[in-house]
């Protein structure tokens, strides 16, 4: 079982930044992709962005393109969301997600993803 718990989030004026970090713990495999996705009150859980098990490769969001950039550092078996130019839009509890099975190319539905966190919220006020 692996656990994954962010950290990071917090409420942040429209501009501002954040940076998310998800943590990793168990029987973690370096070889997983990786997710971030968030959740708005009232709505589906919706892809933001995903990163293949080497950080090679990525993929966003239209939505956020420009703005996130997600990485991750393997040794520490973390994974991270870099997110500028926040927009009230952007407020959502952010979810971390990693796959159990090798994540070769990127991942971006949430039914490729095996095991989650618990959330952390985002709010950005106008």
């Known amino acids: 079982q692996v656990q994954l718990v962010e950290s990071g989030g917090g409420l942040v004026q429209a501009g501002g930044s954040l940076r998310l970090s998800c943590a990793a713990s168990?029987?973690?495999?370096?070889?997983?992709?990786m997710g971030w996705f968030r959740q708005a009150p009232g709505k589906e859980r919706e892809f933001v962005a995903g990163i293949n098990w080497s950080g090679g490769s990525t993929y966003y969001a239209d939505f956020v393109k420009g703005r996130f950039t997600i990485s991750r550092d393997n040794a520490k078996d973390t994974v991270y969301l870099q997110m500028n130019s926040l927009k009230p839009e952007d407020t959502a509890v952010y979810y971390c997600?990693?796959?159990?099975?090798?994540?070769?190319?990127?991942?971006?539905?949430?039914?490729?993803?095996?095991?989650w966190g618990q959330g952390t919220q985002v709010t950005v006020s106008s």
């Open positions: 997600a990693a796959s159990k099975t090798i994540g070769i190319v990127v991942k971006t539905t949430r039914w490729e993803y095996d095991y």
């Open positions: 168990g029987r973690t495999n370096r070889n997983s992709a």
